[in-house]
Structure formats: structure tokens, C-alpha cells
């Protein structure tokens, strides 16, 4: 089994990518394969909703960027931790543009897959762009896998999360319940349960 995680800040080796590499390293010990995919510092494409992904059902139409990747793996992995950092208390505007078109391009892939976003921060605005994050999860069929806090840690002055003791805590314990979930969901399936369909059939604007 494996946990694809996304980095959402232009740092490779910044505060989130230290997060989500304590939340791999815990998933590891725990049996569970990860991925850390970097965004990058360079320009991550908003979606332009051309619908271009309508007719090539498996990536976005923009390929110069790590969304398609992500896409492509995300088909054979099994969970999600979606890494960001706070700015002007909402996650980064990259991880805004690529789950955008992650989901709208290759949602089908994350389907019943569990996911969970983490947040770094120096202050404030955390539990808000976890709340930004989590929408994507719950409008995409996916069990969001909670801790012992919410799933933020503080940079110290030197721009590590270890630090906040609790911070590092409540990673660690996410990572123990991912790990959990996923063995559960595989006897699950190993037993014979299928996943929903749940076909959409009705799709209303406001008004009718
Ligand atoms: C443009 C910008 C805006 C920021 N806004 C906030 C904020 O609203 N609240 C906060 O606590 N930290 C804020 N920060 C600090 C970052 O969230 C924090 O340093 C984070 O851990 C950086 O992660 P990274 O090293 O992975 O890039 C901001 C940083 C930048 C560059």
C-alpha cells in the first residue's frame, strides 16, 4: 500500500516538506510505502476550465507542470496527504491551482481513497486552510483521516517543524491512523466489499 504526499510549497526542503516527511517516515515504520511529490518553484497553472481533461480523462491539458504526475500516480496509490503552507491564512496559492486541477482533471483516481491535509505556519490561519483543504475531500467521496489536533505544526526560527512538540505529535498520530485505515479498508476489500458507484445522475444549477 501507498501514501502519495504533495508538497504545496515552492521550498523542496522547507518547513512542509520536513511535515510531510515526518508523516512518511511514521507511514514507513508503520508498512506503508510514501511519495513526496514537490510542486516546485516554478509557475503552477490555474485551471482554466476548458474542459480539455473532459475529452483525455486521465490528465490536464497543461503538461509542463507536476499536476499530471500526481495524476498519474495517484492512480496505483492508496492515500493522500496534501502538505501546505499558511499564506495570508489560506494555503498556497500553488496547491490551490494544482488540487484544482488534480481533482477536476483525475478526482476519479482519489475516489474512496483517504486523504488529509497538513498546514505549516509561523502564527496563524491554519484551521482555516485546513477547512479549504478538506472541501476537496468531501466533495470528492474521500474519508478524510484525522489525529489527536489538528494537523498543523509551527516553524521554529530556523524554519524547522521539530520544535513544536505537539505539532510533531499530532503528525505522527495521523500518520499511525492513515497507516490504520488503509490496512482496514484492504481487509475490507480482500473480504469482498466494493467500493460505491454512486453515479451522478442529477446535476441542478441553484435556481432549478
Ligand atoms: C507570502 C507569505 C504569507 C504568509 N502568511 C502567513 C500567515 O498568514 N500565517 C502564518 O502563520 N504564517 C504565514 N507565513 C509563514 C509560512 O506559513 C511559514 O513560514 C511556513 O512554515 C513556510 O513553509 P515552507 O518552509 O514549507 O515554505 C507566510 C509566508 C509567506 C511567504
Known amino acids: 500500500m501507498k501514501v502519495l504526499l504533495l508538497n504545496g510549497s515552492t521550498h523542496a526542503h522547507g518547513c512542509t516538506n520536513q511535515a510531510l516527511e515526518i508523516v512518511a517516515t511514521t507511514l514507513n515504520q508503520d508498512g506503508i510505502d510514501t511519495e513526496i511529490i514537490q510542486l516546485g518553484a516554478g509557475a503552477i497553472h490555474d485551471c482554466i476550465g476548458c474542459n480539455g481533461c473532459k475529452q483525455d480523462t486521465t490528465a490536464c491539458v497543461f503538461k509542463d507542470d507536476s499536476v499530471n504526475t500526481f495524476i498519474a500516480k495517484a492512480q496505483n496509490a492508496d492515500g493522500f496527504i496534501f502538505?501546505?503552507?499558511?499564506?495570508?491564512?489560506?494555503?498556497?496559492?500553488?496547491?490551490?491551482?494544482?488540487?484544482?486541477?488534480?481533482?477536476?482533471?483525475?478526482?476519479?483516481?482519489?475516489?474512496?481513497?483517504?486523504?488529509?491535509?497538513?498546514?505549516?505556519?509561523?502564527?496563524?490561519?491554519?484551521?482555516?486552510?485546513?477547512?479549504?483543504?478538506?472541501?476537496?475531500?468531501?466533495?470528492?467521496?474521500m474519508p478524510i483521516v484525522s489525529s489527536t489536533y489538528w494537523n498543523q505544526v509551527y516553524r521554529?526560527?530556523?524554519?524547522?517543524?521539530?520544535?513544536?512538540?505537539?505539532?510533531?505529535?499530532?503528525l505522527t498520530h495521523l500518520a499511525h491512523n492513515m497507516a490504520w485505515l488503509l490496512k482496514c479498508l484492504d481487509v475490507g476489500k480482500t473480504a469482498g466489499i466494493t467500493t460505491p458507484t454512486n453515479p451522478k445522475v442529477a446535476k441542478t444549477n441553484f435556481v432549478k
Do not use: C, W
Open 83 to 141: 502538505g501546505s503552507p499558511v499564506y495570508y491564512a489560506h494555503p498556497s496559492g500553488a496547491i490551490l491551482s494544482a488540487m484544482d486541477r488534480i481533482f477536476y482533471a483525475g478526482g476519479q483516481f482519489l475516489h474512496h481513497k483517504p486523504a488529509a491535509a497538513i498546514l505549516t505556519a509561523r502564527r496563524a490561519g491554519t484551521t482555516a486552510s485546513l477547512d479549504v483543504i478538506n472541501k476537496y475531500f468531501t466533495i470528492n467521496q
Open 156 to 170: 521554529d526560527t530556523a524554519g524547522t517543524p521539530t520544535a513544536d512538540a505537539e505539532g510533531t505529535q499530532t
